[in-house]
């Protein structure tokens, strides 16, 4: 990596292509109004007050869509009575972007107790998204007492097993999984043999330059498998991938913002736009987490996500909804 | 030979009217020992994590967290299953088998709990 700057992978003491002290600092700045952009496997970060002098090119792309998670409609506790109102500050900001977005990836967690009026309200507030094509995935919360039922009749067309499904755009090619269902007692996010094996016919013919996009809810990489954390059969899913130079994952459930750079992988989890939750460690449980109401936007945000062909990772950046 | 027979008699009867109230006290001792237990659900935990309660025992969960749990056994087929528990929501299931019962938060799977039942 020629050009080092400050920002960059400098500490590499584990020798896993994490540098933990830049993207803590990272997540912390995202707090008060930077993000931090992942381009050719490199990590940088840009203040908001910077963005009108970056050139559009830098964050332009030949395409570009927009992730959205964890909108939890129908949470109504402390940590955020208003989740429908942040999901609409949500919408204001996918729809005030410098280039519009072609379509949003909700990485699950859309309702919060899998009731009916629930994903109604979240379908009715993403219909003033300027993008108006949506590919969910489903969250732990959206398959409750019906096994995912009621989350496939609406989300699922052409989807197979659990809602499991893929396509194209530009040239990206997109899979979205399910790893929320049949969780085992004591385990983790989990992916299961058909759809691990679906996945390996999936991209068996695909050219080794195809840019893939996975998007699932529960991190495919082990973030804090204390917390349920990660997902167990997730390095078999990454196996059928190895081949690809470029493969973004985008997952949500945790409600915060994490990027981790492996290979030829870039993870990245995005935040909330409903309640954030407590870094790994930090506290007790992975519950919400209730921050002055002031502060409560700076921790919500959403994730814009650019290719541009000929660079070997996408341009993925945070923005908070303040 | 009558007093005897009588004492026979009379010993018979209190052997038996002891048995009888000995046999009483028992079905009563069980239902004393029966009772309502109580697991609190908070903070994605189950507390007690293990609970020991006597057969015929009802044991109630309830949600005290602010996320919604349930409560699933994890035999199979499955003893018992909770429907999603918001907060303060409560469940309850009574135990009439002795064993041991293993179960789990399907929503947050690391969640576990056991209820052994003597």
């Keep these: 990596m020629a050009g080092r700057t400050k920002d960059e992978l400098l500490h590499d003491h584990n020798h896993d292509g994490v540098d933990r002290r830049g993207f803590l600092k990272c997540m912390a700045w995202a707090g008060t109004g930077a993000f931090c952009v992942i381009r050719g496997g490199v990590l940088r970060s840009y203040a908001f007050s910077r963005l009108p002098a970056l050139d559009p090119k830098e964050m332009a792309g030949e395409l570009s869509f927009a992730q959205i998670s964890d909108s939890h409609m129908g949470f109504n506790k402390a940590a955020n009575p208003d989740v429908a109102g942040t999901l609409k500050a949500a919408v204001d900001k996918v729809n005030g972007l410098a280039v519009a977005p072609e379509f949003l990836l909700h990485t699950g967690d859309i309702s919060h107790l899998s009731k009916p009026e629930e994903f109604d309200a979240v379908q009715q507030i993403l219909k003033a998204a300027k993008p108006q094509d949506v590919f969910y995935v489903p969250g732990e919360h959206d398959v409750l007492n019906d096994d995912g039922q009621q989350f496939r009749d609406r989300f699922g067309k052409g989807s197979k097993g659990a809602g499991w499904y893929s396509f194209d755009k530009k040239g990206v090619h997109f899979l979205g999984l399910v790893n929320v269902m049949n969780l085992k007692a004591g385990g983790l996010g989990s992916l299961g043999h058909e759809q691990l094996e679906w996945l390996e016919d999936d991209v068996k013919h695909l050219k080794h330059s195809t840019p893939i996009v996975v998007f699932a809810h529960i991190p495919l990489w082990s973030v804090y498998p204390e917390w349920g954390w990660g997902t167990e059969d997730s390095a078999q899913a990454l196996s059928y991938l190895k081949k690809f130079g470029s493969v973004t994952v985008l997952n949500g459930h945790i409600h915060q913002t994490m990027q981790k750079v492996e290979g030829n992988v870039t993870f990245h989890t995005a935040a909330s736009t409903a309640f954030p939750q407590p870094a790994p460690g930090k506290a007790d449980s992975p519950g919400p987490m209730k921050v002055p109401a002031e502060q409560l936007k700076s921790v919500l945000g959403i994730t814009d996500v650019n290719f541009v062909r000929g660079k070997q990772a996408l341009g993925v950046v945070d923005s908070t909804l303040e | ?118």
């Design chain 2, 1 to 118: 030979m009558r007093r005897s027979v009588s004492a026979a008699i009379f010993i018979a009867l209190a052997v038996l009217g002891v048995a009888a109230l000995g046999a009483k006290n028992s079905a009563v001792a069980a239902q004393q020992k029966a009772q309502n237990a109580e697991v609190k659900i908070d903070n994605f935990s189950f507390g007690p994590a293990a609970l020991t309660v006597p057969v015929g025992s009802a044991v109630t969960w309830t949600n005290h967290d602010d996320i919604p749990h349930t409560v699933v056994s994890t035999d199979d087929p499955k003893a018992f299953k909770s429907k999603v528990l918001d907060t303060d929501e409560k469940f309850s299931f009574t135990f009439t088998k002795a064993g041991t019962y293993a179960y789990f938060c399907s929503i947050h799977p690391k969640m576990t709990g056991k209820v052994i039942v003597q």
